[in-house]
């Protein structure tokens, strides 16, 4: 499968719901409850939404995702972006699969926005940014890329029981006017998946991983 990038920008209005878009907040099945871990102390305490893909918006020959639906990705990374964190965060290790989270969302016809509030009853995510697809990437354009290879690892493969799973996506180290978010010196974030899990559209034993080279 050929790498996918992904090119992040500012809209000029606000997305519709279920759209593809990177921060801001993620849209959920009514009903259904953030997602949410438990930290060190017992308590429970929401994941870092990143971003979601709407899935009709790829068209790529051979794509090895469910051609419809949300596909969202959540993980540990509130300390990478300067936020207190709850629990330690992602390092250059695989991680455990309650590290990051990924959830897929075949239907989006009954879904909306969930908006995560601080103290000061203010919004926790960086503004929303809009994303688009492509196959050829831009000169010097951040490396968020799905099915990318493993251009920063420093070995050969995963290591084991791991050596053959593949580059859901990774995420790059960037910056906007709301947030810094650094990887390790400017390393990336990438999310693993089984190939075979991959086939079957199967999302719930993703891991992640920090590199930085």
């Known amino acids: 499968m050929k790498p996918v990038y992904l090119t992040l920008s500012q809209p000029t209005e606000g997305l519709p719901s279920c759209s593809s878009r990177f921060w801001g907040n993620p849209d959920l099945p009514k009903g259904f409850d953030y997602p949410m871990y438990i930290d060190e102390e ?16 790829l068209d790529i020959p051979d794509c090895p995702l469910p ?3 949300l596909l969202q990705f959540y993980a540990k ?5 300067g936020y207190e964190a709850a629990a330690d ?7 455990s699969p309650e590290d990051v ?19 000061d009853g203010e919004e926790t995510s960086p503004a929303e ?3 688009t697809y492509t196959t050829v990437p831009e000169k010097y354009q951040d490396e968020h890329i799905l099915f990318a290879a493993p251009t920063h690892r420093e070995w050969e493969t995963w290591d084991p ?7 859901l996506l990774q995420i790059d180290s960037f910056s906007g006017s709301d947030f810094s978010l650094n990887f390790m010196d400017c390393g990336v974030l990438c999310f693993l998946i089984a190939p075979e899990d991959l086939k079957a559209g199967k999302f719930d034993n993703v891991r992640g991983i920090v590199l930085s080279t």
């Open 129 to 131: 940014m809009q994303i």
């Open 42 to 57: 017992g308590d429970p305490y929401p994941y870092f939404f990143i971003c979601q893909i709407r899935l009709a918006d």
């Open 89 to 95: 965060r992602i390092s250059g290790h695989i991680s």
């Open 161 to 167: 029981p791991f050596e053959n799973w593949e580059i």
């Open 67 to 69: 051609a419809t639906g």
């Open 101 to 119: 989270k990924v959830l897929y969302f075949p239907d989006c016809t009954d879904m909306e926005e969930a908006v995560l509030l601080d103290e």
């Open 77 to 81: 990374i509130d300390s990478y972006l």
